[in-house]
């Protein structure tokens, strides 16, 4: 199959363009490198650096195109939260453009990433896709609003629309913004380096936490699936795990023993988060296969490595 990845060169971008690479697929990548590192794709997928906005160069690259996935974003909460107008413009401007450029060449089928984020507090839990969103940020906001247009647009025009609410995804080359870095990298790093973990809130706090490689095989089904036109999937370990159980198994994983710091819950983060599976397994086989413990593992071994072959 001919498949578009747009964000290409981010951290799920990157992963799924490579594997769809390896599978024999062809494979063209658009990322504007804002954030992306286009030399972790595989010489194989054709990359073109370009903004999701740019019409022109949609048009071009969606030649012939079967199947897109759609994982352009800003992916920031705090950042959200300072540059909503930003937000809006490439998540939600971005998607829409995206629509229409889809319904001009003519493509069937788009894969949306969206995210766990817009469930926000949830008294009832796992998290089923029926539940009414309560999205808590900008970026929230911004994933929401472009699953509705994702699927509006998808019904009006004949697109065939899939929506992939993706919880919090890690794995081996997460990257490390040196503001606001995602939970488990820094963990990890902060652990091996006998640094402090600083923990925001009471650490009871929940979260669902799936491995890389597990949300890349949902993505991959999700293009050639039966009967999940118009639906909304949740893709995530579907285990509830708190930040205090996480740090004592980053603590095993890494063999150090880091200070841990309790702060004043500062993100307005939801108290708990575990994804509801029931229709992921049904509609594309998916079932989770790597544990949070394994994970961490091969994310803590393989991230070595990375840093040991760039000096
Ligand atoms: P990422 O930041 O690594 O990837 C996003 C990519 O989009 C980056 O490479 C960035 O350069 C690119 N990009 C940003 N603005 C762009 C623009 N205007 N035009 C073209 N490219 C642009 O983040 P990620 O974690 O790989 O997330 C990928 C997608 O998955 C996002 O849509 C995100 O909302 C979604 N998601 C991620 C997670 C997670 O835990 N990582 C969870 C839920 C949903």
């Known amino acids: 199959m001919q498949f578009l990845v747009t964000g ?9 363009a490579n594997r769809l690479a390896r599978e024999g697929h062809n494979v063209r990548g658009l990322d504007d ?11 194989s997928v054709n990359f073109t650096r370009g903004d999701i906005n740019d019409r022109p160069k949609l048009w071009t690259l969606l030649q012939g195109v079967d199947c897109v996935y759609h994982l352009a974003a800003r992916v920031l909460v705090p950042e959200s939260v300072l540059y909503p107008r930003e937000y809006d413009k490439v998540n939600v401007g971005g998607t829409v453009a995206l629509m229409e450029a889809m319904h001009d060449v003519g493509v069937r089928r788009v894969v949306f990433i969206s995210s766990g984020a817009i469930y926000g507090e949830q ?23 472009a699953e509705y247009y994702v699927r509006t647009i998808g019904r009006l025009w004949g697109i ?11 794995g081996p080359g997460q990257p490390l913004p040196p503001v606001h870095p995602p939970v488990i990298p820094n963990f990890l790093r902060q652990a091996a380096l006998e640094g402090t973990l600083v923990v925001h809130g009471d650490g009871y706090q929940t979260r669902d936490y799936v491995y890389l490689d ?8 999700a293009a050639t699936a039966p009967g999940v036109n118009d639906l909304v999937i ?22 150090g023993n880091p200070e841990v710091v309790y702060n ?35 994310t803590f071994e393989m991230d070595a490595k990375l840093r040991k072959l760039k000096g």
Not at 33 to 43: A, E, Q, R
Not at 235 to 247: A, D, K, P, Q
Request: aromatic share 4%; proline share 8%.
């Open 8 to 16: 290409a060169a981010g951290f799920l971008g990157s992963a799924l």
């Open 33 to 43: 490198l804002s954030t992306g590192d286009p030399s972790v794709l595989s010489p």
């Open 123 to 145: 008294s009832e839990q796992p998290l089923r896709e029926k539940a009414t969103p309560q999205p808590r940020s900008p970026y929230a906001v911004s994933k929401l609003a």
């Open 160 to 170: 065939e629309t899939v929506c992939l609410r993706v919880f919090n995804a890690y």
């Open 214 to 221: 597990d949300v890349v095989n949902a993505m991959c089904g």
């Open 234 to 255: 949740n893709v995530g370990s579907g285990v509830e795990t708190s930040v205090r159980e996480l740090i004592r198994l980053v603590r095993e994983v890494t063999g």
């Open 264 to 298: 004043p819950r500062n993100d307005g983060g939801p108290a708990r988060m575990c994804a509801d599976l029931t229709l992921a397994k049904e509609k594309l086989g998916y079932s989770p296969a790597v544990s949070l413990e394994v994970g961490l593992r091969n």
